[in-house]
């Protein structure tokens, strides 16, 4: 079992800059690949960033291309998504997630699930 708490989150400004972190209770920590996520009010959770165990791999969406960049340090069992350039569309609860199987753009591919951080981008 892997627990994951997100942190990072809150109040910015249109043209704003964020960090999430996402901590995870786990020593394999390098076994798993990361992905973020976000759902926003009335839409369903998408795909924003992934990771790879190694960091080899990485996966953006459409929408957070040249804007949002995903980083993990398996020393510290964390990862990170750096948000910049934040638009109100961005706006969402962003949760991180974990998965042990494979590399996975799907929300269906992840197993463990942190509880969410609030992201609110004002415009």
């Known amino acids: 079992q892997v627990q994951l708490v997100e942190s990072g989150g809150g109040l910015v400004q249109t043209g704003g800059s964020l960090r999430l972190s996402c901590a995870a209770s786990t020593r394999t920590f390098s076994r798993y690949d990361m992905g973020w996520f976000r759902q926003a009010p009335g839409k369903e959770r998408e795909l924003v960033a992934a990771i790879s165990r190694l960091a080899v791999r990485t996966y953006y969406a459409d929408s957070v291309k040249g804007r949002f960049t995903i980083s993990r340090d398996n020393a510290e069992n964390t990862v990170y998504l750096q948000m910049s350039s934040l638009k109100p569309e961005d706006t969402a609860v962003y949760y991180c997630?974990?998965?042990?199987?494979?590399?996975?753009?799907?929300?269906?591919?992840?197993?463990?699930w942190g509880q969410g951080t609030q992201v609110t981008v004002s415009s």
């Open positions: 997630a974990a998965t042990a199987r494979s590399f996975s753009n799907s929300e269906t591919g992840y197993d463990y």
